[in-house]
């Protein structure tokens, strides 16, 4: 008889314990206090690319939740929220199309996060109607739940200088803080000991323009890769630009051949058909531009290790780091120091998990 697996605590990143420490400073709470109560050193958060146990994670937060009692600290925060703080991610947000591309962003970058996050869509007659469901122990805290919806609402405010509001928001625990509050911020009717965690976005309101956006940013990231792809592939038409429109389409999310192919103006049939001709397959042509896009993005000191396989279209970073190590035989965190020439000094994020593997 096979032994049983012995259960791996979830993970979350160090940027998210970080961020309840910049609250902490925000409020005029001591963080070292915070810190010995949770038993984190501050070193072990100084690298964007860790991961703690998300238990260490729940007793900062529990710490920060003893000194205001009754406060809703997350509706505060996000009041002074900022897109230029999100790095990669923010750079995504201001620079979509409209609001609804900017939530599909937002939902896949919060999943990366934490361990055993998961958002769920439907599209209903009053608008798309967003759940969040979060490890156990985190949701029952209220605040990251609170701190998810709230701080997406304030940021797409700000985006597209429109105060848009729900048309209904739900949390399972019990309120916290003045009665009107959360309706003041939100603008709409907030219920609280719901069956599920969410609000519902009017279909109106994920049309709304951000402002500002310019479609070619999208591009950024991948400039260098798409000039060397223009470049390497003048001899192969249908598969250079095949490459080049899964560099642009990544930083969205997985990237399928019937995408491609109807940007191409084909059937995912002749695509195959045109690459066989060129002694390529979809699935290779969407390795190697990953693969290529990888190598570009950790020779940028401002993305971190998460943020490169949020920009590869990857649903968790715990498959982009296999797939790297089947690649170049190291971690990403690995390559960066020994080629990229960047140090990192607490370690890499990578840890095995057991989760499923995405599906390219």
């Not at 055993?116 to 605040?143: E, K, N, T, Y």
Request: net charge positive; hydrophobic share 40%; with cysteine.
């Amino acid at each position: 008889m096979l032994a049983a697996m012995p259960h791996r605590e979830p993970r979350i990143l160090a940027g998210v314990a970080l961020h309840v420490l910049q609250v902490a400073d925000r409020i005029g709470i001591d963080r070292r206090a915070l810190l010995a109560e949770a038993a984190i050193e501050e070193r072990e958060l100084l690298d964007r690319d860790r991961r703690i146990p998300l238990s260490a994670h729940i007793r900062l937060c529990e710490a920060l939740i003893r000194r205001t009692p009754g406060v809703p600290i997350a509706l505060r925060v996000a009041h002074g929220v900022d897109p230029g703080t999100f790095g990669a991610l923010g750079y995504t947000l201001r620079n979509s199309p409209s609001l609804g591309d900017a939530l599909r962003l937002y939902c896949r970058y919060a999943t990366l996060l934490i361990e055993g996050g998961a958002v769920a869509q439907r599209d209903g007659d009053g608008g798309l109607r967003i759940d969040l469901s979060l490890p156990p122990p985190l949701a029952q805290l209220r605040h990251p739940v609170e701190g998810l919806l709230s701080t997406f609402v304030a940021l797409s405010r700000q985006l597209t200088d429109v105060r848009w509001c729900p048309a209904e928001v739900s949390f399972r625990h019990e309120r916290t803080g003045e009665p009107g509050e959360h309706a003041d911020f939100f603008g709409s009717e907030v219920r609280f000991a719901c069956r599920r965690n969410g609000m519902t976005i009017p279909h109106a309101a994920l049309r709304l323009p951000i402002q500002g956006a310019r479609a070619d940013s999208y591009a950024r990231f991948h400039a260098h890769v798409q000039g060397m792809l223009s470049t390497s592939e003048r001899g192969a038409p249908v598969s250079g630009r095949a490459r080049a429109l899964i560099a642009s389409a990544l930083c969205d999310g997985p990237v399928r051949q019937s995408q491609i192919a109807a940007a191409l103006a084909m059937s995912s049939r002749t695509l195959s058909r045109r690459l066989r001709a060129e002694s390529q397959t979809f699935a290779n042509l969407l390795d190697h531009t990953r693969h290529e896009l990888a190598l570009c993005y950790l020779r940028d000191p401002t993305l971190s290790v998460v943020e490169v396989a949020f920009l590869l279209g990857y649903r968790e970073p715990s498959t982009f780091f296999r797939t790297f190590k089947g690649w170049t035989g190291r971690s990403p965190g690995s390559w960066r120091r020994e080629v990229g020439g960047i140090s990192h000094t607490f370690g890499d994020v990578e840890q095995p998990t057991n989760s499923p593997g995405d599906v390219p």
